[in-house]
């Protein structure tokens, strides 16, 4: 089975703290994502990587940094947390090829980190 | 633009079968996803088209139209353990999906 897993389950951060969210998956993925999921939203995509020393924006990026000098590992930073990035980051990886039978380019996700700043 | 639509929220009863739809507007198209995703845990991979017609995998079953941009979960038999959100997403020409906001579906006795 595929595995996604998120160092931290949940946070409480004060506002300004910079605060790290670790990502590792054990599938030797290519692509490896970070979502927010916010009541009413949905699932917002922040950023992305399709290897390793590479980045790419995605939806929402402002107030995010991403680190991946892995290629199992992919980091997420607040630089300055602020109260309205309290919410739910879920993790995800994806291969676009067909590996031990699943479809490519389907993307598997951590168990998520529940975020507060106060 | 991207714009993925999906009903907000959907009820049923318990042995009964229930269809979520989805129509999705995007630059590209290469498959669309269903998620499952129960209260405060991580969404689960479902189902996946990229060509037009059925998919079914047991209790589910999906469907994709390219021509209409529309897609839609067959979920038959149902039981209280498929109350849980649904997620339809769209994975345009780039390595992300675009995820719908979700329906969440109620099932009662």
């Known amino acids: 089975d595929v595995k996604v897993t998120q160092s931290s389950r949940y946070l409480v951060k004060r506002t300004g703290e910079k605060v790290f969210l670790e990502c590792v998956q054990d599938m030797d993925h290519e692509n490896m994502f970070w979502y927010r999921q916010d009541p009413g939203l949905g699932l917002r995509l922040i950023y992305f990587s399709y290897d390793v020393k590479m980045k790419e924006k995605g939806d929402i990026p402002e107030g995010y940094s991403v680190s991946r000098e892995k290629k199992e590992r992919f980091s997420l930073i607040l630089e300055s947390a602020s109260t309205n990035q309290t919410s739910m980051y879920l993790c995800?990886?994806?291969?676009?090829?067909?590996?031990?039978?699943?479809?490519?380019?389907?993307?598997?996700f951590g168990e998520g980190s529940w975020l507060t700043v106060v | 633009g991207q714009n993925i639509d999906q009903p907000t929220e959907m009820t049923a009863t318990e042995g009964a079968i229930v269809q979520i739809n989805c129509t999705y507007q995007?630059?590209?198209?290469?498959?669309l996803f269903w998620y499952q995703q129960h209260a405060g845990e991580a969404p689960t991979f479902l189902s996946y088209?990229?060509?037009?017609g059925l998919e079914e995998k047991g209790r589910f079953s999906s469907f994709l139209s390219r021509s209409k941009g529309y897609s839609y979960l067959l979920l038959k038999e149902l039981q209280m353990k498929d109350s849980a959100s649904y997620l339809c997403a769209v994975k345009e020409a780039g390595t992300a999906l675009i995820f719908g906001k979700g329906t969440t579906l109620s099932v009662s006795s």
């Open positions: 088209n990229v060509l037009d």
């Open positions: 995007t630059s590209g198209f290469n498959g």
């Open positions: 995800a990886s994806s291969s676009p090829n067909n590996l031990r039978g699943y479809y490519g380019n389907t993307i598997y």
